[in-house]
């Protein structure tokens, strides 16, 4: 069938996108699902920082790609060996297919499924087949298994988890990337007990679906902490007991002096070495530093190693959230249905496929905080 869909040629095009247009909106031709596949039209696709970093060249991939890998849909046709699910159903797209059967998997840490990471890395669905094709012929890889910039994608079902009809698809998409990553940093990779005190450094989608969760989890104070004043000042609407300006030369100093010493559990989002070292320098002696951004290949930070371990400080790092998505992604949406996980407020645009350049024009300049495309 064919397809509209944004496809990357050339990584490193300058600023601004709405003029350099690094996304073409291409007329692909989509082969049917094959076994284990399903067919699922887009309805929603969220624009993520992990887009962004593939489009300027931090994470190179196999170009010319489909992008897109935050998104919801509803199901249109199943390939065999396909019975949990029917035609009609909705669906959050995953961004790692887990296999079942590696070590990983086995020791319930999908996440990290080999099968899966070798494939996303090579531009293939878990079967290791590309399904999309230029008008010329020419193979066009997937994006993380999804290719959700697109009107129609076919998906590995290991891609998939079934979702409550009621739930509108641009809230939906959001639950697949970064209230999984965000919310699953917090109570899967550092397990934060109520009580504890947690800091937020980088307050994109991911750092405040993760504030949120932190709040859920019953963190007695939630300190949020970035360079933009309107991003602090939503994460304080949100719920954040303290707000810091990262960019401030005091900044952990002023941390330190509030929190008594620093934060039980802080979360780095920013993607950067600077925001890293922040959310090192403002944990507190025997407290746990994770981070979850995802800087370019080459960055690097060196851990004062006697303060590591005269502190006995603990420093992870967090993929996807630790999720195990048929478990979390439920049990997410099961929250935010009750009211205790409001990630319909991180919801800063809706736009058209057309204008997906322009999305990440504020993605990149810090003026959005979760755009989706919605496809009527």
Known sequence: MKIRAAVLRQTGLPHPYRQSRPL??????????GRDEVLVRIRAAGLCHSDLSVINGDRPRPLPMALGHEAAGEVVQLGDGVTDLQTGDHVALVFVPSCGHCMPCCEGRPALCEPGAQANGNGTLLSGARLLASAQSEAVNHHLGCSAFAEYAVVSRHSLVKIDPALPFDEAALFGCAVLTGVGAVVNTAQVRAGQSVAVVGLGGVGLAALLGALAAGAREVIAIDLAADKRQLATR???????DGGAPDCVEAVREATGGGADHVFEFAGSVRAFETAYRITRRGGTTTTAGLPPAAAQFGLPMVNLVAEERTVKGSYIGSCVPLRDLTRYIGLYRGGRLPVNLLLSH???????????????????????????
């Open 24 to 33: 073409a909106i291409e007329e692909l031709e989509l082969a049917p699902p």
């Open 238 to 244: 949100l719920g954040a007991t303290m707000a810091f």
């Open 350 to 376: 809706r736009l058209r496929l057309e204008d997906i350049n322009e999305g990440f024009d504020r993605l990149h300049s810090g003026e959005a905080v979760r755009q989706v495309i919605v496809f009527d």
